[in-house]
């Protein structure tokens, strides 16, 4: 008794058999145009892609020893972790920080600025926010009891160094009370100069503008013998100068045990404002507004914890990412992600919206377009068979049947030449077998006798499993 014979092995691997489903060179017609619309539309959208932000960021503080310098000294710490360097210079004050903010060959990203400062709003700067009060101080020699600035009419004032914010805002209120007249008076001293000068006599009375915790403000506060001015007309002035709050420095608020101050001080306080040029890079933006919010959250003689920093613009309009910061808090990205990580994606965006626009749409339609190319090879050969077809079933036709069945033989020898894959080979050979079945019919009629399976079908008796031309 013989033994069965083995059972019958695939001769292709798996792999092998996929790739053979595959029509490489109908996939790389309809892919090609299709990679060259998605690199077109990326071209496109590269144009307007932000740039990698800069390694290092310039701020334009204040003197040595101000509130600015000191502040600036806290931003440092909190932004160079994301490995931005923070380059703080030194300058005279607000106006000269607003100087060098408008002047394109400064290379200065962000700079304090008194409120009041920049009354003309000068274009290409935009606010982050007010930082914190700074108010006026006005300290003169001998005992307390003054309470108006017309009180000091005839004596020596220090009033700022040029280019000091301070100069700006304490020749607001002089000009108010008609002190401006007499300019021998009114020195251009501040900072640390100006208390050595009043500490040495060479001055009467000396206005600073700035925190609590400026040196100056917190040597001459402990001084002997120089007073602070509690200004009577402190509501007057708050109502009269738009950039002006009216605040108290409480009884004991520097120190209980010396009681500094002896009484509750009446005083009027702008507003410290972190300005940036237009141009500036987002993610720098990004980074100082949250450095600021740590940096001035902390509760002082003037503001409640969290009061600080406000979405106050001043004198300029509030930059879009800081109003959409104090509105929702930072960006949804960097929430979540390393700051690197978040800015990159966020700079990719612009070109992600257009990629998926127009690869989503293309790599939908492209399996169709694909199952169409390979099929519309074996359609076409539909329509010459169905025409031979009918031509050869004339009657009048000129042509002999082995003519026709010769031109049948060349059809078939094209379709068997047709490349299709593995997926679509059904339809190749459904093609084949409507030539065989032609051929039988011409065959058939040639020796005068129609098989009966033809008789109603074949291509030309409308088989409904034929595909349609």
């Not at 274009?123 to 300290?139: I, N, Q, R, T």
Request: charged fraction near 20%; include cysteine; charge should be neutral.
């Amino acid at each position: 008794m013989t033994s069965p014979p083995p059972p019958y092995t695939l001769r292709a691997s798996a792999l092998r058999n996929w790739l053979r489903q595959l029509s490489f060179r109908d996939m790389f017609v309809l892919v090609l145009p299709a990679l060259l619309i998605v690199g077109a539309g990326f071209w496109f959208a590269a144009r307007y892609i932000k740039p990698a932000p800069p390694d290092f960021t310039t701020f334009s503080c204040g003197a040595e020893g101000s509130a600015y310098e000191t502040y600036c000294a806290r931003y440092k710490p909190l932004i160079e972790p994301f490995g931005v360097r923070v380059d703080v210079r030194q300058s005279a004050g607000s106006i000269e920080n607003l100087q060098r903010l408008m002047d394109t060959e400064q290379s200065v990203d962000f700079a304090f600025v008194q409120g009041g400062s920049a009354e003309d709003h000068p274009p290409g700067l935009l606010s982050l926010g007010a930082a914190y009060y700074e108010p006026v101080w006005v300290f003169y020699r001998g005992r307390p009891g003054l309470d108006r600035l017309d009180q000091l009419k005839g004596l020596r004032i220090g009033v700022g160094a040029e280019g000091s914010g301070t100069r700006h805002l304490a020749l607001q209120l002089l000009e108010a009370h008609a002190l401006v007249g007499d300019a021998k008076l009114l020195k251009p001293l501040g900072g640390t100069a100006g208390v050595v000068a009043l500490l040495s006599r060479k001055i009467d009375a000396l206005i600073v503008v700035g925190a609590v915790n400026s040196a100056s403000v917190w040597s001459l506060l402990y001084a002997d013998g120089i007073s602070l001015m509690s200004m009577a007309q402190s509501p007057a002035y708050a109502r009269r100068f738009p950039h002006l709050s009216e605040v108290t420095l409480p009884r004991g608020a520097i120190d209980f045990v010396r009681d500094i101050p002896s009484r509750d001080i009446s005083m009027v306080a702008t507003r410290a404002y972190v300005v940036a040029r237009e141009d500036t890079h987002p993610a720098l933006i990004d980074l100082m507004l949250g450095a600021m919010k740590p940096a001035h959250a902390e509760a002082t003689v003037f503001q409640h914890p969290g009061e600080f920093p406000q979405s106050d613009g001043g004198d300029f309009e509030l930059h879009p990412r800081a109003a959409r910061f104090y509105e929702v808090g930072p960006p949804f990205l960097q929430r979540y992600l390393p700051f690197s990580i978040a800015n990159l994606l966020d700079r990719m965006i612009v070109l992600l919206v257009p990629l998926l626009a127009l690869a989503v749409p293309l790599f939908r339609i492209l399996p169709q377009l694909y199952v169409w190319r390979v099929r519309s090879k074996l359609y076409r050969w539909y329509g010459e068979l169905k025409d031979l077809e009918r031509q050869a079933l004339q009657e009048d036709t000129t042509r002999s049947r082995a003519e026709w069945l010769h031109d049948l033989d060349r059809i078939e020898i094209a379709v068997a030449r047709i490349g299709v894959p593995l997926s679509h080979a059904d339809y190749h050979y459904q093609l084949r077998a409507h030539i065989h079945m032609v051929r039988r019919r011409l065959q058939g009629l040639a020796e005068n006798v129609v098989p009966a399976d033809l008789s109603t079908s074949g291509v030309a008796a409308g088989d409904p499993a034929a595909p349609r031309v």
